[in-house]
């Protein structure tokens, strides 16, 4: 039996000392993330200040610096 919901897949993950704040889009609030968050990246969409936008394992939107970025390898 096959699914209907769509599978995403996680390429990337926060990577900061342990706990940073972003800005979350859709609540206009700051939240507190742990290192190590997966997400998925929106690359053609950037703030003013250069910020990529994605979206965490729970369904956040935030705004994430590039060096607070590593991409995940699957081999």
Same mark, same amino acid.
Not at 26 to 36: C, E
């Given at each position: 039996?096959?699914?209907?919901?769509?599978? !995403?897949?996680?390429?990337?993950?926060? &990577?900061?000392?342990?706990?940073?704040?972003?800005?979350?889009?859709?609540?206009?609030?700051?939240?507190?993330?742990?290192?190590?968050?997966?997400?998925?990246?929106?690359?053609?969409?950037?703030?003013?200040?250069?910020?990529?936008?994605?979206?965490?394992?729970?369904?956040?939107?935030?705004?994430?610096?590039?060096?607070?970025?590593?991409?995940? &390898? !699957?081999?």
């Amino acid at each position: 039996m096959t699914s209907s919901k769509t599978q !995403f897949e996680y390429t990337h993950i926060l &990577n900061t000392e342990k706990y940073e704040w972003y800005y979350e889009v859709k609540s206009r609030t700051m939240i507190r993330l742990p290192s190590g968050t997966r997400i998925i990246l929106y690359p053609s969409r950037k703030d003013a200040r250069g910020r990529t936008l994605a979206i965490t394992e729970i369904g956040d939107y935030i705004y994430v610096e590039e060096d607070g970025i590593l991409e995940i &390898n !699957f081999q």
